[in-house]
């Protein structure tokens, strides 16, 4: 039987549109976000909170690859928060994984947009005056934050770290940034881990047919189409337009005032260099 | 909804409802600046607050929950203890403690004190609405927090002379056409201020028989609102009329102002625990009500159990003994929890 295989990556980084392209495969499926997801135990296991994850992964997981993996068919799955469970999975799977990036400049302003105009709930301390659309405004009444795992699941500074004392006069743009930051540094650190070969990259602002055909020979998938990727790229799947959402305001990272910019690469500038996003340009904003 | 029509025919005439902004109504930074004139000398630092939040979520088998989920049915085992935040005067205070219980996934309940300046004031004839209320009920959704009125319904009727029931029954319906969410009221205020409790006004609610008049004679329909046909599910004091309550001491108490007072030992025992005319449905409650400094009230294994004034260690052990099953809350007021 074929391995089984996880698209992961940051929350607004085109995860979705990798699994569900990834989904068209005549000998696979990819499920979008199974519950349940571990996002809590997300959170506890990046704060230590969770030294030994692998019977809670087994019973959980591992017992729903288990349960969807059919003869000749390929198991896959997208979640957004299985960052720091990634080495667990793979011991406990021998699975294969999606990393899937985004420049994070583009993931923040996605997120910001995504926070005003749809759920409302992307890092609800922030200090920022709220500006809601009338969507995002019924969306949030609903759901305080007792039922909302999503919000809870992102990373906090833990005490002794640089951001941890002023975090509450932070603004959602730098918590973004500082997501952005941090979970893909826990992907990275687990996915260094693994033996060679276990995972790869997918950039989805630079993807074409042929980057989803690599990725399909990588996982096993066959018989993706080419003008069917194409029309997906095309599509933005689960961008704002594609939920019939109205587009957001928050400004494309060009045209950010130095403020935005400064506090985005103190933050987030490391690792935009380590995913290997133009420095240069970064640079010459900074100039 | 239905609304008893003999409340409109003898009862206190309504206000109109004003929804424009005004610029001038009010003022934040007098506001805040009275705030901490008031406040100040019994304030603690959100540091404090963030401590204490910290101890009681490392407590086991512990459950933080909103009000409106702290009788829920299931898992009847489970401790639970729920941060009831009465703002009566700061919002400012309240979303910064919002904000603090978001960063750990906590879900507070806070409620609007409808009859204070932060959430309007008449105008002639006219409620009109605070122009910075709507950012302060978004800023609480946003956070995570479970709204609800802070009600104040008799001060409407003995003080601004008008329809309380219609009053409350208005804001409720505002925020949820703001998109909150409302599940319960908290009543404010003590039965002295009013000569009643605030949570008289519901059904089923009323402490014993007897008359309760406006300024200007009018009679004021004690236990008319229908709360279910509100959508309410609770009222945040939890405290229910006792079947046989002692009137004679329940009217002394309650028409004795001057006593009243919540850094009065023996008055906040009788209110919280000896009371006359009520009994609670939690098992403890634990008042914040100064610099490091608590009041807790209810029943223990061992028999009632009333401490004034202790610091928070010695509330933590008091929460770290509570038994399996127990439903307790805190009581905090954002404006001693200041910067």
Redesign the interface.
């Given at each position: 039987m074929s391995k089984p295989y996880f698209v992961i990556g940051c929350g607004r980084s085109g995860t979705t549109a990798v699994c569900s392209i990834l989904d068209t495969a005549k000998n696979g499926i990819c499920n979008n976000e199974p519950f349940p997801n571990l996002a809590r135990e997300s959170r506890k296991m990046m704060e230590g909170r969770l030294t030994d994850p692998s019977e809670l992964v087994e019973s959980t997981i591992v017992a729903r690859v288990r349960k969807n993996e059919k003869e000749g068919m390929i198991y896959g799955e997208k979640n957004i928060t299985f960052a720091p469970f990634v080495r667990t999975l793979h011991e406990l799977l021998d699975c294969r994984f999606v990393f899937v990036k985004r420049d994070g400049r583009d993931v923040v302003r996605s997120l910001i947009n995504w926070h005003e105009q749809k759920f409302a709930n992307i890092y609800r301390e922030a200090v920022d005056p709220v500006r809601l659309s009338a969507e995002a405004r019924r969306y949030i009444g609903g759901l305080p934050i007792d039922l909302d795992d999503s919000d809870y699941a992102r990373p906090r500074p833990l005490a002794g770290s640089p951001l941890h004392d002023t975090w509450l006069n932070l603004t959602r743009f730098e918590m973004c940034s500082y997501y952005w930051a941090t979970i893909n540094g826990v992907f990275l650190d687990e996915l260094n881990m693994l033996p060679h070969g276990s995972w790869i990259t997918v950039d989805v602002d630079g993807a074409d047919s042929e980057t989803f055909t690599q990725a399909a020979e990588f996982l096993g998938l066959n018989n993706l189409d080419n003008y069917s990727v194409n029309k997906m790229l095309n599509q933005k799947i689960n961008s704002l337009s594609d939920r019939g959402s109205s587009p957001g305001t928050f400004s494309l990272w060009r045209d950010w005032d130095a403020w935005h910019h400064d506090r985005f690469n103190t933050i987030a500038g490391p690792m935009m260099r380590k995913l290997g996003y133009s420095p240069h340009l970064l640079e010459c904003v900074q100039a | 909804m239905k609304f008893p029509s003999f409340i409109k025919k003898r009862g206190a005439p309504s206000f109109r409802f004003e929804e424009l902004p005004s610029a001038d109504l009010w003022d934040p930074t007098t506001h805040i600046d009275t705030a901490n004139e008031i406040f100040g000398p019994f304030s603690n630092s959100?540091t404090y607050y963030d401590n204490v939040l910290s101890q009681i979520q490392s407590i086991n088998e512990l459950s933080i929950?909103?009000l409106y989920?702290l009788f829920d049915e299931t898992n009847e085992q489970v401790r639970r203890i729920a941060l009831r935040h009465d703002v009566d005067f700061d919002p400012y205070a309240a979303l910064?403690c919002a904000?603090?219980?978001?960063?750990y996934?906590?879900?507070g309940s806070f409620y609007l004190l409808h009859t204070n300046p932060y959430y309007g004031r008449v105008v002639n004839e006219t409620f009109v609405r605070n122009p910075y209320l709507a950012?302060f009920v978004?800023?609480l959704?946003?956070?995570?927090?479970?709204i609800g009125l802070h009600n104040d319904a008799l001060n409407i009727f003995q003080n601004w002379n008008r329809d309380g029931n219609g009053a409350l029954t208005q804001e409720i319906a505002w925020l949820r056409g703001?998109?909150?969410?409302i599940h319960g009221t908290v009543a404010h205020n003590s039965g002295p201020v009013y000569g009643a409790e605030n949570y008289e006004i519901f059904q089923g609610y009323r402490l014993w028989e007897r008359e309760l008049k406006t300024s200007t004679g009018q009679v004021i329909p004690l236990g008319s609102l229908n709360g279910e046909e509100l959508g309410l599910t609770y009222e945040g004091t939890f405290a229910r009329p006792k079947h046989d309550p002692n009137t004679d001491l329940a009217g002394a108490f309650f028409s004795d102002k001057v006593a009243s007072d919540v850094r009065s030992k023996s008055w906040m025992r009788k209110f919280l625990l000896d009371s006359p005319a009520c009994d609670y449905m939690t098992d403890t409650q634990f008042w914040l009500v100064g610099v490091d400094s608590w009041i807790v009230a209810g029943q223990r294994a061992g028999g009632d159990i009333y401490e004034h004034f202790i610091s928070f260690s010695k509330v933590l052990e008091i929460i770290q003994d509570l038994p399996t099953g127990s439903r307790s809350i805190m009581v905090i007021h954002p404006e001693y929890v200041r910067n």
């Open positions: - | 959100l929950t909103p989920r910064r904000r603090l219980l978001a960063r996934g906590t879900c950012e978004d800023g959704m946003v956070a995570g927090a479970e703001r998109g909150v969410t």
